[in-house]
């Protein structure tokens, strides 16, 4: 059972437009949600996470919305840039002990 | 901030033959770390959840016999891959909690790219 889902493997963005990543849940007891970035050979690294009782965390060119009636939330970045190139995965923290549950991640390519 | 050391970063080993792989909470307690597999181009699956001083729990399908993980201390955990096979190549992330869990209280490791042949 897949808990935490981004249907979309690949998003191509030109350098300052902005890129908006998917993910969906079905688990409606997640606390919090949390998205990484994440480079080849490479650990994740943290990037911004939302509480389940808001709709909107915004840091910097990073903003998290939550949809929680439709168990859905996203990532925006704008602008993009060239660096933003990267793998970005969504994931929760599950009730049993913590362990974080992951999506499948989407590979972002911003383009000069 | 705070910082997990994951070694080594790679690692080449023939068949039959075991590894060990650390994962160290340098600046903080870890009550909890957690052990991921990631196949290329895949997500982050994670094989087993080690606490200190306990028994670690393995996800369903992975052998307790093979990879053997031990959190003997509140900042290191070890993975052992033992008697090591072609198909256990990929790349292995450690990750640590922070008790008193807060929205950015994981902090991963570099990773360690094994091989074995």
């Known amino acids: 059972d897949q808990q935490v889902k981004q249907n979309s493997p690949s998003l191509s963005v030109q350098e300052g437009r902005i890129s908006i990543l998917n993910c969906d849940y079905t688990n409606s007891m997640f606390d919090y949600f949390l998205w990484y970035k994440k480079y080849p050979a490479e650990g994740p690294t943290f990037l911004i996470s939302i509480s389940s009782i808001k709709d909107k965390n915004e840091d910097g060119r990073f903003t998290v919305f939550l949809n929680k009636s439709a168990k859905h939330l996203s990532l925006h970045i704008v602008p993009s840039q060239p660096g933003d190139s990267a793998v970005y995965f969504c994931a929760a923290p599950s009730n049993q002990g913590g362990k974080l549950i992951f999506g499948q991640g989407t590979e972002l390519s911003v383009k000069p | 901030g705070a910082v997990v050391s994951q070694h080594p970063s790679w690692v080449i080993c023939k068949s039959g033959t075991s590894v060990k792989i650390e994962c160290r909470s340098l600046?903080?307690?870890?009550?909890?770390m957690f052990w991921y597999r990631q196949f290329p181009k895949q997500s982050l699956m994670l094989m087993a959840t080690?606490?200190?001083?306990?028994?670690?729990?393995?996800e369903q399908g992975v052998e307790k016999d093979k990879f053997l993980i031990n959190h003997a201390s509140l900042t290191l955990s070890t993975l052992t891959v033992t008697s090591a096979h072609p198909e256990d190549s990929s790349f292995y992330i450690c990750?640590?909690?922070?008790?008193?869990?807060?929205?950015?209280?994981?902090?991963f490791g570099s990773g360690t790219r094994l091989t074995v042949v």
């Open positions: 990750s640590a909690k922070r008790g008193g869990s807060t929205s950015d209280g994981y902090t």
């Open positions: 600046d903080f307690q870890a009550t909890t």
């Open positions: 080690s606490n200190e001083g306990s028994k670690a729990t393995y």
